[in-house]
């Protein structure tokens, strides 16, 4: 298939949406057997919870280890061929879940084909995720990064949250194999929505060593880290909050909060480019502060939903906000390692909310979580306030 060079006259929204979709692709890859995996491996396979845990943590694991890599990938040979190798990894890792079935009888080899799956798939996830967010600020230019990285959130999050409906039908219907042939499909049509784009440019020049894109990034890094931990809260334990208080509409909390993250992507994204990555930053986080402050105060599911909303419409922003000022910082022959390790940042908060939270709910219960995701948010704000200060001229 022949690659098309852009039309400089289509609207930026126009070039973004293309390379966005790929990155829906690989995810909604993603996201097809988040919800079954488990299961499978606890109840099919008879292999216990941590492993059955595991399953699914492998992969972020992965794509952890794997941001920084895909990141110099975009920069050494080309974003574009990047998210190429992405889309592969990800399409043989649906094709390696597809097998799983027909290995039932040996567990142990199943589980290992599974873990392999989802290895892969972490990687192929890193080199999409960094990669189609590079090419399309090649594509559009960097005056439009919030955009681009608005954007790709919507892609990203949208694709998880499709998946999982769609993978639990999937698996209802015929089993792990029919849930492994979507998740091979998707990354195969994204591979050729890929195909039939131009490379944008490598950017010559000197690239940043590892250790100073870090330094670079690190405060950047942290404040979207501090803002990411309500995220995760809400993501892991707003349903069980629910659960424990005795309230209906468990999942409406995390429902509600990723349809106000999604939409003032959508609606505000804009406001980056006009008021400034900092200032955006700051209000973003406070607004974050907010809902999750009445997360916690609630007493009944109300409050606690409008507190969703806000925490959701907050958060939103922080990541293309904190983005585009960093990418200010960075060489532009740099870019792709920068956001690698960028992302690195939002991948380790969701990590560590999670066992975090356990230790917190032992002591203050459920609402607790959202008190200390809180303070988190305000001092994700004292870091965005360093970093404007230490803003170069």
């Known amino acids: 298939m022949t690659s098309q060079p852009i039309a400089q006259g289509t609207p930026v929204l126009l070039r973004i949406l293309p390379i966005s979709f790929v990155n829906f692709c690989t995810y909604l890859g993603v996201g097809l057997p988040l919800a079954v995996l488990p299961a499978y491996v606890v109840y099919e396979l008879k292999l216990g919870v941590v492993l059955g845990g595991f399953s699914v943590s492998s992969q972020f694991l992965s794509t952890m280890v794997t941001r920084s890599l895909a990141g110099r ?133 000197d690239r940043t060593t590892a250790g100073r894109t870090l330094v670079l990034v690190l405060p950047f890094g942290l ?77 009944s599911p109300l409050p606690a939903l409008i507190g969703a909303a806000f925490a959701g419409l907050g958060f939103g922003l922080v990541f293309p906000a904190l983005g585009v000022e960093l990418m200010k910082r960075v060489p532009a022959s740099s870019r792709g390692g920068a956001l690698g390790i960028y992302t690195v940042f939002l991948d ?18 459920y609402p607790g979580i959202f008190a200390a995701a809180a303070l988190c948010s305000i001092a994700g704000i004292g870091l965005v306030a360093f970093c404007y200060m230490n803003r170069k001229a």
């Not at 849930?179 to 499909?185: D, I, K, M």
């Not at 809400?234 to 629910?242: H, R, T, Y």
């Not at 969701?350 to 203050?364: K, Q």
């Open 73 to 205: 990938m975009s920069d050494a040979i080309g974003a574009r061929r990047t998210v190429i190798y992405g889309l592969v990894a990800a399409l043989l890792a649906g094709l390696m879940l597809t097998a799983v079935p027909m290995a039932r009888d040996m567990p142990l080899f199943a589980y290992g084909l599974i873990v392999a799956s989802r290895l892969l798939l972490g990687f192929g996830e890193s080199c999409s995720g960094t990669g189609t967010i590079t090419w399309n600020i090649g594509r559009v230019g960097p005056l439009h990064t919030a955009q681009v990285m608005s954007w790709g959130g919507v892609a990203a999050y949208g694709a998880i949250a499709a998946g999982g409906p769609i993978g639990g039908y999937a698996f209802d219907l015929d089993g792990l194999w029919a849930v492994g042939l979507l998740s091979t499909l998707a990354p195969a049509i994204g591979l050729a929505v890929a195909l039939a784009h131009a490379e944008t440019p490598i950017v010559p020049g």
């Open 348 to 365: 380790l908060a969701l990590a560590l909310a999670g066992p975090a939270a356990g230790l917190i709910i032992g002591h203050v219960g």
């Open 223 to 299: 404040a979207l880290m501090l803002g990411a931990i309500g995220f995760g809260g809400v993501a892991s334990f707003g349903g069980l909050m629910f659960v424990a208080a005795g309230w209906s509409g468990a999942s409406l909390l995390v429902a509600v909060f990723g349809l106000s993250f999604a939409g003032t992507r959508v609606v505000f994204a804009g406001q980056i480019e006009r008021f400034g990555g900092y200032a955006v930053a700051v209000a973003a986080l406070a607004l974050e502060t907010v809902g999750l402050t009445m997360i916690w105060l609630a007493t």
